[in-house]
């Protein structure tokens, strides 16, 4: 996808993917904190008609909370942004940030050792969608 994330395509509707991600998520110790309704946003504020568009801050506690301890503004970067977007062809498309691109900002050994282990949470998350 990009140098900052990762993603795949799936069949359903937002109906029926968001709860299948959350569930993922869920698994591999990773909980939602916010929910950003793009569509809808972009509705009540510009008056535009959008496909469905979410944006999902999640946030495994355990991996955040060494994380801050290892480097307190790292707040910066998180949580783990999912994305859920209708594709063209119909499909779902989920989206992952990827922490190990986006955490070696911080440029420390201990933070890139546990990039690698969110990713390889997402990269899980993701298989278990499909």
């Not at 990773?30 to 999902?56: C, M, N, Q, W």
Request: with cysteine.
């Amino acid at each position: 996808m990009s140098n900052y994330g990762f993603n795949i395509t799936v069949a359903g509707t937002m109906e029926t993917v968001e709860p299948k991600v959350v569930a993922a998520l869920q698994e591999e110790g990773f909980g939602v904190l916010t929910e950003i309704d793009v569509k809808a946003v972009l509705k009540k504020k510009l008056d535009l008609e959008k496909s469905p568009y979410k944006i999902l801050g999640a946030c495994n506690p355990v991996l955040a909370n060494q994380a801050l301890t290892a480097e307190p503004d790292i707040g910066l970067l998180l949580p783990c942004n999912v994305v859920i977007r209708e594709a063209d062809n119909g499909h779902m498309t989920v989206a992952f940030m990827d922490p190990a691109a986006v955490l070696q900002l911080v440029d420390r050994p201990e933070i890139a050792e546990l990039a690698a282990e969110v990713r390889a949470r997402l990269d899980r998350v993701s298989k278990a969608i499909k």
